[in-house]
């Protein structure tokens, strides 16, 4: 199995971008998803995550109002739409899948990773 992740980019600040993951080589219609993200010099941090069904979603605090999470399972697909970014959002980007269900909070709950996509938000 593989996730892919795409949209990164430079964005200025206020500005918006949206990440899709796309899932191949595994049906995760039934695994809850999930965003990490590692900026430099720091350790990698929880940003968003959700359900299998999409009923049960949660955020890191700081991006609460500005992200929003969402997967279509017919594609096997999930997103993270980023509004109102600002410079402390630079960082790597991570697509992750849990074998779990449920949400999960902390990465070493997550079994599936992708290789990343880097944002990048000028000031």
């Known amino acids: 199995a593989s996730l892919v992740e795409s949209g990164g980019g430079l964005v200025q600040a206020g500005g918006s971008l949206r990440l899709s993951c796309e899932a191949s080589?595994?049906?995760?219609?039934?695994?809850?998803m999930g965003w990490f993200r590692q900026a430099p010099g720091k350790d990698r941090e929880f940003v968003a995550a959700i359900s299998w069904d999409g009923g049960n979603i949660e955020y890191l605090d700081a991006v609460k109002g500005r992200f929003v999470i969402s997967r279509d399972n017919a594609k096997n697909t999930q997103y993270l739409q980023m509004n109102d970014l600002n410079p402390e959002d630079t960082a790597v980007y991570y697509c992750t899948a849990s074998r779990w269900s449920n949400i999960q909070f902390v990465d070493y709950r997550y079994d599936y990773w992708g290789q990343g996509t880097q944002v990048t938000v000028s000031s």
């Open positions: 080589g595994h049906d995760f219609r039934m695994n809850s």
